[in-house]
């Protein structure tokens, strides 16, 4: 699976990391989703969360999700499987450069997680708190798991 880095986002997350809020997303996780193993990269000055899930989506046997949460509230739930899918939800100033994502919540859809300005769309998670957003995107992941495709990654309706 790819390493994800800043440099593979053209708009960034404001402020330092918020370790309270990691903290916070990785106890949720924890406690929600048998699948997953959520880890800090360094305890004391995390720069981000991985979640590796034992399964993926499709034909992907493993896959992770990497999440970082700003104290201005920013932040990036990145998905990336064995078989080179990304996807991700973020919440940051863009400038307004992405056509179809008129808030600061958006979403880069599969398989490569684009910035293509035409490509990336209106987020379907539109609540702020750490715990709603996690909850949001375990749910998003959980549904798209069990229906073994890509589709609902960014729907609060139910897969066909």
């Known amino acids: 699976m790819m390493r994800v880095?800043?440099?593979?986002?053209?708009?960034?997350?404001?402020?330092?990391?918020?370790?309270?809020?990691?903290?916070?997303?990785?106890?949720?996780?924890?406690?929600?989703?048998?699948?997953?193993t959520p880890a800090l990269d360094d305890y004391l000055n995390p720069t981000v969360l991985e979640v590796t899930f034992d399964d993926g989506l499709g034909s992907a046997d493993a896959s992770r999700i990497d999440i970082q949460w700003s104290i201005q509230a920013d932040y990036k739930f990145h998905y990336t499987d064995t078989e080179e899918v990304n996807v991700?939800?973020?919440?940051?100033?863009?400038d307004g450069d992405y056509i179809h994502a008129l808030g600061s919540e958006h979403y880069h859809p599969p398989p490569d997680a684009t910035s293509d300005p035409n490509e990336v769309e209106d987020s379907c998670i539109k609540q702020s708190p750490e715990v709603l957003v996690t909850r949001a995107v375990l749910k998003l992941w959980r549904v798209a798991y069990h229906a073994d495709s890509y589709e609902s990654l960014n729907s609060v309706r139910n897969p066909p």
Do not use: C, F, M, N
């Open 5 to 36: 880095t800043e440099a593979d986002e053209s708009h960034s997350l404001r402020g330092p990391i918020d370790r309270s809020a990691l903290l916070t997303v990785r106890q949720i996780i924890e406690r929600e989703e048998p699948l997953a």
């Open 88 to 94: 991700r939800w973020g919440k940051h100033p863009h």
